[in-house]
T-cell receptor, first 115, second 114 residues
Framework: AQKVTQAQTEISVVEKEDVTLDCVYETRDTTYYLFWYKQPPSGELVFLIR??????QNEISGRYSWNFQKSTSSFNFTITASQVVDSAVYFCALSEKGGSEKLVFGKGTKLTVNP | DGGITQSPKYLFRKEGQNVTLSCEQNLNHDAMYWYRQDPGQGLRLIYY???????QKGDIAEGYSVSREKKESFPLTVTSAQKNPTAFYLC?????????????FGPGTRLTVT
């Protein structure tokens, strides 16, 4: 069975600090997909990144970066030089190919960036 | 602009009443999904549909029903059989087939049943 664990329930930082959100997953499949979503206070989930299990290359997008390590079943998300607008709940999710493409979500990490 | 619309944003109902939540998308996506979110929790899948006139139960389908008569629309009915219906409901859609693609979400409907 697939499972996603986000051990950090809440994180609070001061603006301009770097922050890493952890995501550990469990799956028996060799083909799977990992996602990160952002949920601001408005409630709508915003897609951030999708990564398949065959692509372990780390990715950087502006202040955002993702570190995918199959050896530790982790897909961590780092925000560099955090800003108040980064305050949100962040969800990591997993989908197995052949599992009807449904997403299994972690419980989320609430990030608060203080000015 | 392409996207997913859910209406209404807030919905109040009395216990024992059925209520239908609307979800419409103009992204031309084949797959659509309904999730439920409770405070401090992740999203849990209620129902999903990968093609018109076909849908599958998710992890928490009891007390809910759906229909998929049109590609653009995937309404969710919360029935009186749902024991704890107060929650935030999110609809999503995605490309289907081949790889697993990202899902795009609507703004959500916050349902309160008293």
């Amino acid at each position: 069975a697939q499972k996603v664990t986000q051990a950090q329930t809440e994180i609070s930082v001061v603006e301009k600090e770097d922050v890493t959100l952890d995501c550990v997953y469990e799956t028996r499949d060799t083909t799977y997909y990992l996602f990160w979503y952002k949920q601001p206070p408005s409630g709508e989930l915003v897609f951030l990144i999708r990564r398949n299990s065959f692509d372990e290359q780390n990715e950087i997008s502006g202040r955002y970066s993702w570190n995918f390590q199959k050896s530790t079943s982790s897909f961590n998300f780092t925000i560099t030089a955090s800003q108040v607008v980064d305050s949100a709940v962040y969800f990591c999710a997993l989908s197995e190919k052949g599992g009807s493409e449904k997403l299994v979500f972690g419980k989320g990490t609430k990030l608060t960036v203080n000015p | 602009d392409g996207g997913i619309t859910q209406s209404p944003k807030y919905l109040f109902r009395k216990e024992g009443q059925n209520v239908t939540l609307s979800c419409e998308q103009n992204l031309n996506h084949d797959a659509m999904y309904w999730y439920r979110q409770d405070p401090g929790q992740g999203l849990r899948l209620i129902y999903y549909s990968q093609i018109v006139n076909d849908f599958q139960k998710g992890d928490i389908a009891e007390g809910y029903s759906v229909s998929r008569e049109k590609k653009e629309s995937f309404p969710l009915t919360v029935t009186s059989a749902q024991k704890n219906p107060t929650a935030f409901y999110l609809c999503a859609s995605s490309i289907a087939g081949g790889a697993v693609y990202e899902q795009y979400f609507g703004p959500g409907t916050r349902l309160t049943v008293t």
